[in-house]
């Protein structure tokens, strides 16, 4: 029986991805509410609760691109070129608020800059996935196996709506992570966002899964036609349940249940993302199958995909548990 190397590669992109989403949003999602948080004092324990991780977290960034760019160079070589500009701009945003981190703590008369270093690149890089993933999901046209769009193609109305919505949901997993990780007046406030935001999510992910099948026949086909329509009545049912436990353990005290549901929001979105592209990597134009490299090239590149993603599930989980508990401002992690 041959092994599908292409399917088994979209796979391991796919979680990079999705990892990539759920933990380095958490930690972006901080960074969107520092604005909000006008004490220094909370401002020092907003940083110091996504010190210890945030790096860690955009390693699965690292892979997923560099995975594509090695073993889908066909796609790689499409998408780049069509979304040049809010990918720059992306890492650009994550470029300031990594420098905010070590600068912010060197200086007093010029923390200010370094704040809203912190904050506009959370925003920006936040900003701009949002307004790839909508151009992504509009079309990348493609005419012999190259990019054959124009420069402002991925400027739209519902690239830049999926932009605004991205900050909602990332703020969300901010705020919850807040009230998981600090007490007292910082997580009371965060609790407030995390109540707006939980709706504002939902409320997007309602707008969109009305919109997305209408910006493309493929997707309209595949969220309501048989088999797949099942998941167009089961996944609101799910997205419904993730609201109800967000809300229901902001009520209750249970700060870890908010984080967990707002986390299972975003993994059904992706979910929903996943079914109406499948099996497409460059939707409508490119096949995982077409964009792939070489069989041998995959062969040699999964034998290192064993050996690091583990490591790197054990290491951000072990750091993840060193970490664990709430933040004290005194004495560090419980």
Not at 122 to 137: C, E
Not at 172 to 198: D, N, P, Q
Not at 247 to 272: C, N
Request: some cysteine; proline content about 6%.
């Amino acid at each position: 029986m041959a092994i599908d190397l292409p399917f088994i590669w979209a796979g391991i992109i796919a979680f990079a991805v999705l990892a990539y989403v759920i933990l380095d949003g958490f930690d972006l999602g901080v960074g969107i509410l520092f604005p909000f948080f006008p004490e220094k004092h909370d401002k020092d324990l907003m940083m110091n609760s996504v010190a210890p991780v945030w790096d860690g977290n955009e390693t699965w960034l690292v892979l997923g691109g560099g995975g594509l760019l090695a073993v889908f160079p066909l796609a790689y070589a499409t998408i780049l070129p069509a979304l040049y500009a809010p990918l720059m701009i992306m890492l650009l945003g994550l470029v300031f608020r990594g420098v905010a981190f070590e600068y912010r703590w060197r200086t007093n008369r010029a923390e200010y800059l370094w704040n809203w270093s912190f904050a506009g690149g959370s925003m920006a890089a936040t900003f701009f996935q949002g307004v790839a993933l909508g151009a992504l999901v509009q079309g990348i046209p493609v005419a012999d196996r190259a990019y054959s769009g124009g420069w402002w193609d991925w400027l739209t109305p519902f690239s830049l709506a999926t932009g605004f919505a991205l900050l909602v949901g990332y703020g969300l997993l901010g705020a919850t992570w807040l009230v998981m990780k600090t007490s007292g007046h910082l997580a009371e406030r965060a609790r407030v966002f995390a109540y707006r935001l939980a709706f504002g999510t939902v409320a997007a992910m309602g707008i969109f899964s009305l919109w997305t099948p209408f910006t493309e026949p493929l997707y309209l086909e595949r969220w309501f036609g048989y088999p797949t329509m099942v998941f167009s009545f089961v996944v609101p049912l799910l997205v419904l349940a993730c609201l109800w436990l967000i809300v229901s353990g902001l009520k209750a005290g249970r700060d870890v249940q908010p984080f967990v549901a707002a986390l299972g929001l975003f993994v059904l979105g992706y979910a929903g993302i996943g079914i109406s592209f499948y099996p497409y990597i460059v939707p409508t134009s490119l096949t995982i199958w077409e964009a792939a490299a070489p069989d041998e090239s995959l062969s040699f590149l999964l034998v290192g995909a064993v050996v690091l993603v583990p490591m790197i599930l054990a290491y951000t989980g072990y750091a993840y548990w060193v970490f664990r508990g709430k933040l004290d401002p005194d004495e560090g992690y419980h």
